[in-house]
């Protein structure tokens, strides 16, 4: 053998963290998968809370409508109740002073509904409701209602002629006043409709 050839020694190296591949690349997807998870899940935690929040909103807004809706039907009918009563009492001689009493139980359900209309936030309609409510217990109604009633029981026990043209005459003139005041209970009326209708209309958009 030649003595000039010189030993070659191999010396195989490797990095300290080689044999940690595979168990840091299991790890890395494991993040991956766990931030992924967890994104996923927010979004759907999102959704969920906001499909709540607005299922909420428009079962809110259903009810609110709902009541807005009854209160003004029971004003209305009230209102008409307290026409009615008014119109009956001047015409069949009634004691005013006992359908005065029962009239304001009508205005007195009217101004109840008109604070549970403000609860509401319909604050609109509630004064729509107070209008109505004053109509009624308007002093000026109340007055020709008591003038023409009188009238008319005075008509109904005299037999003379001449007190009975005077009367007439008076009646007629009573007849016109009455009929304004009592026509400011139909304005007030009309007026509550119209503003109910605006109000219901902003709810229109939410499905029943």
């Known amino acids: 053998m030649d003595d000039n050839y010189l030993p070659i020694k191999i010396i195989s190296t490797s990095s300290a963290w080689v044999p940690w591949l595979p168990f840091l690349g299991s790890a890395l997807l494991f993040i991956g998968a766990m931030i992924t998870l967890c994104a996923t899940q927010n979004r759907a935690e999102r959704h969920?809370?906001?499909?709540?929040?607005?299922?909420?909103?428009?079962?809110?807004?259903?009810?609110?409508?709902?009541?807005l809706l009854r209160l003004c039907s029971e004003s209305l009918e009230s209102a008409i109740q307290a026409e009615g009563?008014?119109?009956?009492?001047?015409?069949?001689?009634?004691d005013m002073?006992?359908?005065?009493?029962?009239?304001?139980?009508?205005?007195?359900?009217?101004?109840?509904n008109a604070g549970s209309l403000h609860i509401i936030g319909a604050h609109q309609v509630a004064d729509a409701?107070?209008?109505?409510?004053?109509?009624?217990?308007?002093?000026?109604?109340?007055?020709?209602?008591?003038?023409?009633?009188?009238?008319?029981?005075?008509?109904?026990?005299?037999?003379?002629?001449d007190r009975l043209s005077n009367l007439n005459a008076q009646k007629s003139e009573a007849t016109t006043r009455f009929d304004a005041a009592?026509?400011?209970?139909?304005?007030?009326?009309s007026t509550l409709i119209s503003t109910a209708e605006s109000e219901v209309t902003k709810s229109q958009a939410v499905p029943d």
């Open 129 to 161: 409701c107070v209008a109505v409510r004053s109509a009624i217990n308007n002093g000026e109604l109340v007055e020709r209602s008591m003038a023409l009633n009188s009238i008319l029981r005075s008509m109904a026990h005299s037999k003379d002629a």
């Open 85 to 94: 009563d008014y119109f009956k009492a001047v015409h069949t001689g009634a």
């Open 48 to 67: 969920h809370r906001e499909t709540f929040l607005e299922t909420k909103r428009q079962e809110t807004e259903r009810w609110r409508r709902d009541t």
């Open 97 to 112: 002073k006992e359908t005065v009493t029962a009239i304001d139980v009508h205005a007195r359900r009217i101004g109840a």
């Open 182 to 189: 009592l026509n400011k209970i139909v304005e007030a009326r």
